[in-house]
């Protein structure tokens, strides 16, 4: 006997558990970048787009509902890993200037991943029929690209007032005895030398 051959509907369903933890993980994601956040306005967009996404939470089980299946969650590696990059950024950037810049940049990728699976399930709904579920994903969408365009104009606004004086470069002090590895050299983290002028160029354009 064949096995039973698998359906977008099956597919449909599958992707919704992943995103229905994808979803559950960024609220936890979004409540602690809003406690992290120096800027208010950004702590704001946080604290909303938290509050967005409990809802869209629920939207989500109303789409298991639709389709009559139980919710369930399936664990999503991706957010799992965008999280993880979130703790880690955090982590190493948590007290400098520029850990605002830093928290966007996580939240960004979080929204990007989610915009590419709502856009994906909304698709997949329209082509099975479910008009009402297609709405609902909808609004979410549309609440993810929100989101994003929002945080753009914060990194930008942001960008630019803090151009001022920040260049504390006291961490070199300590003579911590690590054990100095050989060999690994993945960061050669002495920059006494000279910078050799390479093609690289920095100031990507700063288009104005
Ligand atoms: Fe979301």
Not at 12 to 29: I, N, P
Not at 143 to 158: G, N, P
Request: charged share 40%; net charge negative; glycine share 8%.
């Amino acid at each position: 006997m064949a096995a039973k051959r698998k359906t977008l509907n099956d597919a449909f369903y599958e992707t919704l558990k992943d995103v229905f933890y994808a979803e559950k993980q960024s609220v936890r994601a979004l409540k602690k970048s809003a406690k992290s956040a120096a800027n208010d306005e950004l702590k704001q967009a946080f604290e909303t787009h938290a509050e967005e996404s409990a809802h869209q939470v629920e939207r989500l089980q109303q789409v298991f509902e639709i389709i009559g299946k139980p919710a369930r969650s399936k664990t999503c590696e991706a957010m799992q890993g965008l999280t993880a990059e979130m703790e880690e950024d955090l982590e190493d950037f948590g007290d400098s200037p520029a850990a605002d810049a830093v928290l966007i940049g996580c939240a960004q990728a979080v929204e990007h991943y989610e915009i590419a699976r709502y856009g994906t399930l909304k698709t997949w709904a329209m082509q099975l029929g479910l008009e009402d579920a297609a709405k609902l994903l909808d609004e979410t969408l549309q609440e993810e690209k929100r989101t994003d365009e929002l945080l753009t104009q914060i990194a930008e606004r942001a960008n630019a007032e803090g151009d001022e004086g920040e260049g504390e470069e006291d961490e070199e002090g300590e003579d911590q005895p690590k054990s100095k590895g050989r060999g690994k050299g993945k960061e050669d983290a002495d920059d006494e030398g000279e910078d050799q002028p390479k093609s690289k160029g920095r100031g990507k354009g700063k288009a104005g």
